[in-house]
């Protein structure tokens, strides 16, 4: 178990500001925050660095949030995932998550989310 400032966070997303604006708000939180613009990228990142969490949104080109997760899933077990969607609808596409948070974000929502998962 680590504490929450100890995380290594990968944040895969494809909207620029998003990936602009999260990372500046959670450094604050987590030891570091490495960020990829879509699924594929992120798993090139994630075999490099095994992040401790990692967080995603679902609708990205290259390779979906989906099969983000079920790759990550597949070649690196229980590492945790939090998902972020602006489609609720998109909850149940998410089931290989351990948290779904909707967009817009709470900043503090994210935060609690990666506390549990510092806690796994």
């Known amino acids: 178990m680590k504490e929450l400032s100890q995380l290594s966070i990968l944040y895969v997303d494809d909207d620029d500001l998003m990936r602009f604006s999260l990372p500046r ?9 490495t960020v990829a613009e879509n699924g594929l990228q992120g798993l090139e990142l994630f075999e490099k660095c095994r992040h401790d969490a990692v967080i ?3 609708e ?3 390779l979906n949030g989906v099969e983000f ?4 899933r597949e ?3 229980d590492v945790p995932i939090i998902v972020l969607t602006a489609f609720e609808d998109q909850a149940e596409l998410a089931k290989d998550a351990d948290v779904v948070l909707a967009k817009p ?12 998962c510092a806690k796994k």
Request: glycine share 8%; hydrophobic share 50%.
């Open 25 to 33: 708000v959670l450094g604050k939180h987590v030891k570091e925050i």
């Open 56 to 58: 995603t949104d679902l």
């Open 60 to 62: 990205m080109p290259v």
């Open 69 to 72: 997760m079920k790759r990550l």
């Open 75 to 77: 070649y690196y077990g």
């Open 105 to 116: 974000l709470l900043i503090k929502k994210v935060v609690a989310a990666l506390g549990e």
